[in-house]
């Protein structure tokens, strides 16, 4: 026997109809939107809708007092402002799952000496430094990659002076 899917009535064009074995007519709930590009589709619990992929929440700037909990559950993007001279930041990871990325941005002072980063164990950094750069003002972006529950990838992207 052979089928061929179309839209249900009703929606949109390049909707793909999830049909439950031997059901000719999908419900609310089983149709599934197409988006081409960077979204992905994420249910709402009485159907689906997309959103964008690699995005999550930005996480409001947080002043660095020595050790901070970069929690991954919380947003995508994390930004962190090196208030005092000489401040070393020690970044803890929390809530993490294997495979998921969050962006560090972290301010330095505008005068005096620089801070400093001191990342977890387990901590591998490619492509790039994994220290902050020595110019006042400057803003130093990292990506963080949760390898497993204790192992993390890293690398600084860049530093905007």
């Known amino acids: 026997m052979s ?14 109809a999830v049909q439950a074995p031997g059901s000719l ?4 709930g089983d149709t599934l939107p197409y988006s081409p590009g960077n979204r992905v589709p994420m249910t709402t619990g009485s159907g689906w809708q997309m959103v964008p992929a690699f995005c999550g929440g930005v996480i409001s700037t947080v002043t660095v007092t020595n050790s901070l909990n970069v929690d991954f559950s919380a947003g995508t993007i994390n930004q ?3 208030g005092a001279a000489n401040q070393t930041f020690l970044p803890l990871f929390v809530n993490q799952t294997p495979g998921q990325t969050v962006r560090l941005v972290v301010n330095q002072p505008a005068a ?13 950094f490619v492509g790039g430094s994994k220290i902050l750069s020595s110019v006042t ?6 990506d963080v990659t949760c390898v497993s529950q204790s192992s993390f990838h890293g690398n600084r992207l860049a530093n905007l002076s």
């Open 3 to 16: 089928q061929t899917l179309q839209n249900p009535p009703g929606a949109p064009m390049g909707t793909v």
């Open 25 to 28: 007519t999908p419900t609310p």
């Open 80 to 82: 962190y402002w090196v």
């Open 112 to 124: 005096s000496i620089n801070g400093q980063i001191l990342w977890p164990a387990g901590s591998l």
């Open 137 to 142: 003002g400057g803003v130093d972006i990292f």
